[in-house]
């Protein structure tokens, strides 16, 4: 039921619209007021929010799903993989149901949320990455489980929310459906269903004279035909170590870039630059430099990072170099060079069917997407080299693990996973010809390179063993013959039992070995791409 209350700050009016309220912001004096009972507390938090590249803003109209809509609230939160904001919303018309109706807004996705009663909900601390759960008779998967922090609101809140308050949460798939699990800090659960919004299923609706009216409650809203823009254009950021300026080819979801100034890993989610770490410099060769842009499937992809994985398999070193590819229209690609050959991948939606991959063993069988799959690997790998941007935070040392399984009609299942993520990629090989003719590029002479420089290395090795031998025997033979004349320059003779000299072969190798995990592989880890909700 709609009705009015007064700022206790200033005395400002502010209409409520629903009885559901539970804190505000005045948009008069900034100040947050707690709403119980009628009764309205000032508590004075003010917060300073990062200015989303949104087309919904608090106080504004929109129309999703068909359907006007206005925008009551918004609330920003901060995670280990950047900052989303979710914004509360009631379709006009409605009664003033006690259904929760949400927009969440992470890396330019919209996903349409509602609430729904689970029924029992297992403690956070009793689940993990990749754990199954039921909710509403619908299985999923749970591919995050992470904390984030409330920076702070925007007009009106079903709950109460300030700067510094942390919530726990899960993010489950179905295959067809999203669901988010959100434990707050006073012991309270909800869960939501979603899926992703097309851009032709949400529209803001701009009044007459838009361009020149103030903003309401919250910023301005973005066209859409503003927002595809500005996520192709370059956007430049200044490294706070060095203070070298760097231009992101991805101006929209790179969370991570390496300064090329300083070498330092600089975390870009929240706009403003922050150092993560900074390492000595080095430049390690590559393959397919940063900047080349190809034509794969149809589509040019520009190459946008690279993360060097590096395994240590009982004493035995292997590399692998993945390359972080972008279209125009934001799709990733994930090209992984390894042991002279490439291999491509993208990012697979997980699937109910899907096994837990940490309780698969090498040699497994489990059968998913309609093919029966086997494991050919399951190990961990560190990262060693980053340069370049990222949708992820990679940093030196991050470790990873990961499982390969194989299908012989449908390529490579990669499952990779730490203790917050787990994210599953869908690749296969592709022919070192047609890469080198996308990117005009010559892996393939650096295949022969490396092929040649190990035959010489095998040679170099086999003629030291064969010189080590003939100086063996050389000296045998003037032993020999120096006891022989010294005893028939004495007169004596000189007789002994049978005797024999025997050596055992030495060989002395020596090389290069530059391989790695047998099958393509995207990042998250966050890693992190650690996406938010």
Not at 86 to 108: A, K, L
Not at 304 to 315: C, L, M, P, T
Request: hydrophobic fraction near 30%.
């Amino acid at each position: 039921m709609a009705h009015d209350i007064t700022c206790s700050s200033c005395g400002s009016t502010l209409p409520l619209e629903s009885q559901h309220v539970a804190v505000a912001v005045c948009p008069t004096c900034d100040n947050t007021l707690l709403i119980k009972e009628d009764q309205v507390k000032n508590i004075g938090v003010k917060a300073t929010l990062a200015e989303p590249d949104s087309c919904l803003s608090v106080g504004w109209r929109a129309k999703c799903l068909g359907r006007e809509i206005t925008t009551h609230g918004r609330v920003q939160y901060k995670y280990d993989g950047g900052i989303w904001d979710e914004y509360w919303i009631r379709f006009d018309g409605d009664d003033d149901t006690s259904t929760e109706f949400w927009i969440s807004h992470d890396e330019g996705e919209y996903m349409f949320e509602e609430a729904v009663e689970s029924g029992f909900i297992p403690d956070y601390g009793d689940l993990r990455p990749g754990d199954k759960m039921v909710i509403d008779r619908q299985k999923y998967v749970i591919e995050e489980k992470r904390s984030a922090e409330m920076m702070g609101f925007q007009g009106y809140l079903p709950f109460f929310a300030a700067p510094g308050r942390f919530i726990n949460y899960l993010d489950l798939n179905s295959g067809k459906e999203k669901a988010t699990v959100t434990y707050y800090p006073d012991g309270t659960i909800k869960v939501f269903k979603g899926r992703y919004l097309t851009q032709s299923e949400l529209e803001p609706i701009f009044p007459p004279g838009f361009d020149e009216e103030e903003p309401g409650l919250g910023s301005k809203p973005k066209r859409r035909s503003i927002q595809t823009k500005r996520s192709k254009e370059a956007k430049k950021v200044g490294c706070p170590n060095c203070g070298g300026d760097i231009s992101l080819k991805d101006g929209t979801k790179t969370v991570m870039v390496m300064c090329s100034y300083c070498d330092s890993a600089l975390d870009v989610s929240e706009g403003a630059c922050k150092v993560l770490a900074s390492y000595k410099k080095k430049k390690i060769s590559s393959i397919l430099p940063l900047g080349k842009v190809g034509k794969l499937a149809g589509k040019n992809f520009l190459v946008i990072g690279r993360v060097r994985y590096r395994e240590n398999d009982d004493g035995d070193i292997y590399t692998s170099d993945e390359y972080q590819l972008r279209a125009d229209d934001g799709e990733y690609l994930f090209l992984c060079w390894e042991d002279g050959s490439w291999s491509i991948s993208s990012t697979q939606r997980i699937q109910p069917e899907f096994p837990n991959p940490k309780r698969l063993d090498e040699g497994d069988r489990f059968k998913a997407l309609g093919h029966s799959y086997r494991v050919t690997d399951r190990w961990h790998m560190s990262v060693s080299y980053v340069e370049g941007e990222l949708s992820w935070i990679a940093k030196r040392g991050d470790t990873v693990q990961y499982m390969d399984a194989k299908s012989a009609k449908n390529g490579t299942l990669t499952a990779e996973w730490s203790g917050s993520e787990m994210e599953w990629y869908r690749g296969k090989s592709i022919s070192t010809k047609l890469v080198d003719a996308a990117f005009g590029i010559q892996s393939s002479k650096e295949k022969k390179k490396r092929s040649n420089y190990r035959s010489s290395s095998s040679s170099s090795g086999t003629s030291y063993v064969g010189l080590f031998i003939v100086i063996i025997i050389i000296l045998f033979i003037l032993c020999f013959c120096m006891a022989m004349s010294d005893s028939s320059s004495s007169g004596r003779t000189y007789s002994s039992g049978s005797s024999s000299y025997s050596s055992g072969s030495s060989s002395y190798s020596s090389g290069s070995s530059y391989s790695s995990r047998s099958s393509s592989s995207g990042s998250s880890w966050g890693g992190g791409f650690s996406s938010g909700k």
